[in-house]
Antibody
Framework: QLQLQESGPGLVKPAETLSLTCTVS??????????WAWIRQPPGKGLEWIGT???????FYAASLKSRVTISVDTSKNQFSLKLTSMTAADTAVYYC???????????WGQGALVTVSS | QSVLTQPPSVSAAPGQTVTISCSGS????????VSWYRQLPGTVPKVLIY???KQPSGIPDRFSGSKSGASATLGITGLQTGDEADYYC???????????FGGGTKLTVL
């Protein structure tokens, strides 16, 4: 059964860069027809897609975050990662990784990682 | 402001039927698959419907999905107090090249 698990710091200082990793088990990122996504949810608010990466390294980013986001894939480790620069309090959220097919939203989700931005 | 429009809240009594709408455009709902999620407080969104109207294994057939043009609908029959949650629709937008979600609908079972 496919499982995704986010890992990374729970606390980030303002202006710093957030780095999160999603480890995939029970399936392979390599040569997979699926896409691998990051989604976040600020406290008390709705879901916001951050971006998606394909195993070839092709990426898609939300327009509102594009200048600050980098998503990459490491097929040798079966992981994909998120980097978000210039963090502010508005970036405080639960960050989820997920998997989706082309033309749809994620069907499989990780458990989520709470990231708080505070000095 | 979300690309997909959902009502902020709906309510109904136990045992009744409720529908939640999700309105989009030809570049998203009109041409791609819609998923529906239920999110209880503090938990991961759970897929109730995928590919417009398919249920993952383990999801009761009280939950159904439909789509017409650029709008999709989630139906829930035989409402239970445990159905109180936030519900989201999601899909891919071919013009934006992005996954998009509705703003969410809070279901209250009176």
């Amino acid at each position: 059964q496919l499982q995704l698990q986010e890992s990374g710091p729970g606390l980030v200082k303002p202006a710093e860069t957030l780095s999160l990793t999603c480890t995939v088990s029970g399936g392979s990122i390599s040569n997979s027809p699926y896409y691998w996504a990051w989604i976040r949810q600020p406290p008390g608010k709705g879901l916001e897609w951050i971006g998606t990466v394909y195993h070839t390294g092709t990426t898609f980013y939300a327009a509102s975050l594009k200048s600050r986001v980098t998503i990459s894939v490491d097929t040798s480790k079966n992981q994909f990662s998120l980097k978000l620069t210039s963090m502010t309090a508005a970036d405080t959220a639960v960050y989820y990784c997920g998997r989706h097919s082309q033309w749809e939203s994620p069907r499989t989700w990780g458990q989520g990682a709470l990231v708080t931005v505070s000095s | 402001q979300s690309v997909l429009t959902q009502p902020p809240s709906v309510s109904a009594a136990p045992g009744q039927t409720v529908t939640i709408s999700c309105s989009g455009s030809s570049s998203n709902i009109g041409s791609n698959f819609v998923s529906w999620y239920r999110q209880l407080p503090g938990t991961v969104p759970k897929v109730l419907i995928y590919d417009d109207n398919k249920q993952p294994s383990g999801i009761p057939d009280r939950f159904s999905g439909s789509k017409s043009g650029a709008s999709a609908t989630l139906g829930i029959t035989g409402l239970q107090t445990g159905d109180e949650a936030d519900y989201y629709c999601g899909t891919w937008d071919s013009s934006l090249g992005a996954v998009i979600f509705g703003g969410g609908t809070k279901l209250t079972v009176l």
